[in-house]
């Protein structure tokens, strides 16, 4: 009994050393990550505690407050870049037999890529809006909290051992040419060419303090919201939901749903069994 009550205490002690790290980011940064899912923010946490050489979350709120390098260190552990190009390829396959003809009726076509990490499925929009015959008629703006990933996104250089598995996804979600027509091989790894980011813009945006900066046809935020607690969920989709269109397109990552959401009833999903959803009231 009093190994499983020292237990709870650690728990409880743990609990309100992350609540004050993260107030004390909010108030002195600027920067919301509350209402972020607990689990996955106390991974990243414990593991920027270790990485410091630190023992305590106590002792890692210390040095994030006197600390910029060690705050841009956290902020990158928080931040979720996984991803690759063509990632779901039937999502994408949808997208094209489904999305793309109700595009092709609009003059100007604007996308928003939000939580776009690296930028690998940025790139791959650019090249299935390409092959449809949509890219000189659309602008794609990808955003993200972290400044250095867009950095690296912006460069549209990948690795080259990732060649195999993104052409494998091209392939799959319907792509037209042979994938190797969009980049070159260099020493640094696989530069896709200059003419995919003619119509990109890329920016910094938080999803939770930030607001909408446009009106978009077609928003992308895939796999980023299992991150969020179920109260940001319901902030950032209310943002996706004020920044859409009449009859614009919102897609999220499989494993995401907008089901028993506070938008719930404002959209429709356009392909069963696909996280393709249009706004219809």
Known sequence: MEKQTDTGLQERLERLEISLLLQALYEWYGYDFRDYAYHSIKRRIWYRVSAEGLSTISGLQERLLHDAACLKRLLADFSINVTEMFRDPTFFREFRENIVPMLRTYPTIRIWHAGCATGEEVYSMAILLLEEGLYEKATIYATDINADVLTKAKTGLFPLNQMKKYT??????????????????????????????????????????????????????????????????????????????????????????????????????????????????
């Open 168 to 281: 494998n996804n091209y392939l799959q979600s319907g792509g037209k040419k042979s994938f190797s027509d969009y980049y070159s091989v260099t020493s640094h790894g696989v530069q896709f060419h200059p003419f995919l980011t003619k119509n990109m813009v890329f920016a910094q945006h938080n999803l939770v303090t930030d607001g909408s900066f446009n009106e978009f046809n077609v928003i992308l935020c895939r796999n980023v919201l299992i991150y969020f607690n179920h109260t940001l969920q319901d902030h950032v989709l209310k943002l996706f939901y004020d920044s859409l269109g009449m009859f614009g397109i919102l897609g999220l990552g499989d494993k995401e749903t907008i089901a028993f959401k506070n938008v719930a009833n404002h959209f429709e999903q356009v392909v069963p069994n696909q996280k393709l959803y249009k706004k219809v009231r």
